[in-house]
């Protein structure tokens, strides 16, 4: 069962499904990978995991393309909607106020990098992309590196532990 280990929501459905699937009998695990478009065509084509839970955004990214795995894997249901957050320093009041800014994405090919490219394009906001994992981005917007992250799952991930803790940054709202 594969899952995108940038989306905290996913990845813990992954093990319960796993361990549901082990306490009755069969063979089941959780695996960590891209869960991009392009990372579901990788494994596809490595044939490692039966089974993907996937956001919508990379369903729908993906199917715009019609690649290999949307027809090895045709049925398809509805997850509960994902957290979308994008954190960012007390000044900057609006995702509006990234355009030309560098914002962190999370990892290329991740659930949390093809939504947030899908947000700013639906705002029609620019940003200059750069892309890492949570904690690193995290330390980037710390040291003003970078102007915000986007996170998936903020409400439960626990990169985001401490963060923020001294009430410089604080989540933007989507407008």
Do not use: C
């Amino acid at each position: 069962i594969l899952a995108d280990p940038g989306d905290p929501r996913a990845s813990r459905m992954a093990k319960d499904f796993a361990a549901v699937m082990s306490a009755a009998g069969a063979p089941g695990r959780a695996i960590v990978g891209s869960t991009s478009p392009n990372g579901l065509g990788k494994v596809l084509k490595s044939d490692v995991a039966d089974f993907a839970i996937v956001s919508l955004d990379s369903l729908l990214s993906g199917a715009k393309g019609d690649p290999e795995w949307m027809k090895r894997a045709p049925y398809v249901t509805r997850l509960a909607p994902e957290t979308l957050a994008v954190i960012a320093a007390r000044e900057i009041k609006s995702i509006n106020e990234l355009q030309g800014k560098t914002v962190s994405f999370g990892d290329l090919d991740s659930a949390t990098s093809t939504s947030g490219r899908m947000l700013f394009s639906r705002l029609g906001v620019t940003a200059n992309q750069t892309n890492e994992p949570l904690p690193e981005g995290l330390d980037r917007l710390s040291a003003g590196k970078v102007q915000a992250v986007v996170v998936m799952g903020a409400d439960e991930s626990s990169a985001l532990g401490d963060f923020g803790g001294d009430g410089r940054f604080h989540i933007l709202p989507v407008r």
